[in-house]
């Protein structure tokens, strides 16, 4: 599974946008982007998945570059309940599907 | 339809004892999957299972832990002569056979004396 690379943290206003980057820049053809978050000390939450198209769901969108080496995860209005460390994971369809987690960026959402 | 449920939510060992953690996958899924959380550590894998199959435990330590799912009721972490180094987040997670989605339940946290 390729690598990833994550800020350690972030700020973000609430009730502005939170765009959290994620570089992904040995990702294979058939690789997804996946994007998780942990609000502290919960289990871990699917947010979005994509391939190389944009994607949104009600919780936030996904941006992936058209060389697919970058991806940006977009929670449009960010609440104090946004407070959380967010994972990008990329993994293959082919693997068994077990999560490899970094250290994920750290948002904080201030008042 | 209900999460995925574990319990106990919280357990409490003295070393030596053994520990052992349920996981009720979201109903229709078959695949589960265990993460440990050590204390101010990220989520490391575990052990992947289907019902009466362990698919992959590259993440078991080798000694004292196993893992079952078996064809009727939840899956089972299970931690024998339990140490103080165990005492950890334990969460479990499931997904449907076609979706890589997981859904996480909301951990076990055992704590060893």
């Known amino acids: 599974d390729a690598k990833t690379t994550q800020p350690p943290s972030m700020d973000c206003a609430e009730g502005r946008a939170a765009n959290l980057p994620c570089n992904h820049s040995t990702i294979s053809g058939n690789e997804y982007v996946y994007w998780y978050r942990q609000i502290h000390s919960q289990g871990p939450q699917y947010i979005i998945h994509?391939?190389?198209n944009n994607e949104t769901n009600e919780m936030a969108s996904l941006i992936i570059t058209e060389d697919r080496k970058s991806s940006t995860l977009i929670l449009p209005h960010a609440t104090l309940r946004d407070t959380a460390v967010y994972y990008c994971i990329v993994h293959g369809s082919g693997n068994t599907g077990k999560l490899i987690f970094g250290q994920g960026t750290t948002l904080q959402v201030k008042p | 339809n209900a999460g995925v449920m574990q319990n106990p939510r919280h357990l409490v060992r003295r070393r030596g004892q053994e520990a052992r953690l349920r996981c009720s996958p979201m109903k229709g899924h078959s695949h589960v999957y265990w993460y440990r959380q050590l204390p101010e550590e990220g989520l490391k894998f575990m052990v992947y299972l289907q019902k009466e199959n362990i698919i992959d435990e590259s993440g078991m330590p080798k000694e004292r832990f196993s893992a079952e799912f078996p064809k009727e009721g939840p899956s089972i972490l299970r931690i024998q002569q339990v140490v103080r180094g165990d005492s950890a987040a334990y969460f479990c997670?499931?997904?449907?056979?076609?979706?890589?989605?997981?859904?996480f339940g909301p951990g076990t946290r055992l704590t060893v004396l």
């Open positions: 994509g391939l190389k």
């Open positions: 997670a499931s997904r449907e056979l076609i979706n890589n989605e997981q859904f």
